[in-house]
């Protein structure tokens, strides 16, 4: 999995443009009306669960490095591949780094972020920046809240190269009273439990399952009840 191709383009990009980048991943969240109009609101969880993770994570080389924006500040832009608006706002920058975001989807649900960097940790496996972060989505009929810690890393490859990744975990709970913890590994590995059910994520074919074996890796074929 890499998507820092994307969210830090060659000629150079803002940290606020990044955020607003990496959460270009709304797809993910186009499925959840229908999920809680079936009556399935722990797929829906699941579902808001994996944008959350992807939305607050990326994987791959980095080339270079974003500029900081200054308290105040403010940038958006449009997904792509759904159309759904994104901002990103920069609220403090010392002695702590604190942004928060918003989503705008086509159909009218909405998602809100919030990021507050807790420093640096350094150890053999990488330099990272933990940070405690809260995310939260609402339709009409629908909320969904999420909440916990996670790790940008910083590592360096064989080649020299300088690499990104994540990694974390978050609470999960909503409206209809489900209740389950997401999270991802340092190879992009997500696992979920809703309902004390697990769950499985294909990041390629964007589907999740109720597995009836281990939840499978990123990537890996989804065969038990895609959705």
Not at 115 to 138: C, D, L, M, N, Q
Request: include cysteine.
């Amino acid at each position: 999995m890499e998507s820092t191709r994307y969210e830090l383009p060659a000629g150079g990009i803002s940290t606020l443009g990044y955020v607003v980048r990496r959460m270009h991943k709304t797809a993910w969240l186009e499925g959840v009306p229908r999920h809680v109009q079936d009556g399935d609101a722990a797929l829906a969880l699941a579902r808001v669960g994996v944008y959350a993770l992807v939305a607050l994570t990326s994987f791959g080389p980095v080339r270079h490095r974003a500029r900081s924006n200054r308290p105040g500040d403010v940038e958006g832009g449009i997904d792509p591949v759904t159309g759904a608006v994104v901002s990103a706002r920069a609220i403090a920058r010392n002695p702590r780094t604190v942004i928060r975001s918003s989503v705008a989807m086509p159909d009218g649900a909405t998602a809100t972020g919030s990021e507050e960097a807790r420093g640096w940790t350094v150890s053999f496996k990488g330099i990272g920046t933990p940070a405690a972060v809260r995310f939260s989505y609402r339709s009409r009929d629908y909320e969904a809240t999420l909440e916990g810690v996670m790790t940008r890393e910083m590592t360096i490859s064989i080649f020299g190269c300088l690499r990104v990744r994540g990694f974390g975990a978050l609470s999960a709970s909503d409206s209809t009273g489900s209740r389950g913890a997401v999270s991802i590994d340092r190879t992009g590995r997500i696992r979920m439990e809703i309902g004390g059910i697990p769950y499985g994520a294909n990041l390629a074919t964007m589907t999740i399952a109720r597995p009836a074996v281990p939840v499978p890796e990123a990537g890996a074929e989804v065969r038990a009840r895609p959705t």
